[in-house]
Each structure stands twice: as structure tokens, then as C-alpha cells.
């Protein structure tokens, strides 16, 4: 009896070491032979609905997990080139690219300064650095030299320069 109890757990134990080492690593490549216009992706991104996100050298591309959308100059870009991409609470993909300015797409459109009144309060002649949003879902467009611009509700609330950001932070310390 006790030689059964041994050969059960012996086979119990391979079958659940094959069945536990049946690992199946799904992935999908993607480059140029799959629709990417460029193999240099300088910045990948997801938003709010899983869709992913890349910069490349030759337009921004959206892959929805079977299908991949390039947007190009054609489609409105200000440039091919798309270095940064950042998503907000309202699942903006704002964009930052070679031609220095700042777009964003937003409901199927990329909107610009000539459309966009939030872009359209955004200084001009600015490096953009970075956009990030805060826990209060306020989005924060830093430009260079060192100014902050606030947007609130699709309105750029308030501009910071360096002077005022860190005269307010010497105050409150």
C-alpha cells in the first residue's frame, strides 16, 4: 500500500510540473514590415483606453492592439518628428515635437494653436520641456527659459516664471 501512495504522488508531481512549466509568452512586434513609417521610436505612451502610443522620426502612430494609425504633417502634426507624448486625466496625448510646439490629440483631431484656445494662451518662441499633470488634474506645460503654464478646465489659468515659483516656495519655507 504504501508503494501505491508513492507511485500516485510521483506521477500527481510530473503532471503538475509539465502542466506549471507550460509557460506561453505572447508578444507582438512591431517595426517597419508591420506599418510603423520609422523604426526610431523616440517615446511610447499609453492612454486611458489601453491604445498604445509612439514618437517616431516620421509621425506619431496609435496601435489600438491590431491596427496601427500613422499621423503625419498631413494629419496636422506641426512635424513629423515627435520626441515626448504625455497623457492626461481627459485622455489627451499631448505632443511635443521637432518644430518646437505643442499639440494634442484629443477626441480623433490633433489640435493646434490655430484651433486650440488652451494652446493659443501658451507663450510662443519657447522650447516646451515638459508636460505633466498634478494629482488635482491640473496639466502643467513647463516651457524654457523656466515658465510654468497652468491649465485648468481648458483654460491656461495662470504663467509662472523661475522668479515667482521660487520666491513663492522662499516665502512658504
Known sequence: MNRFIWICFFCCLQVSVLKGQNWDYGYTH???EEGLPSNKVYFMTNDRNGV???????????YDGSHLKVFTKEDGLPSNDVFELFCDSKNR????????ELCY?????????EDSKILK????????????EDKNHIVWVVLQPLVFCQVVQDDVKK?????EIYGCAYRVN
Open 30 to 32: 512591431l517595426g517597419k
Open 52 to 62: 498604445l502610443w509612439f514618437g517616431t522620426d516620421a509621425g506619431l502612430c496609435r
Open 93 to 100: 496625448i499631448w505632443i511635443t515635437t521637432m518644430s518646437n
Open 105 to 113: 490629440f484629443y477626441h480623433d483631431k490633433i489640435h493646434t494653436r
Open 121 to 132: 494662451e501658451i507663450p510662443e518662441n519657447r522650447q516646451v520641456s515638459r508636460v505633466v
Open 159 to 163: 504663467s509662472f516664471n523661475y522668479n
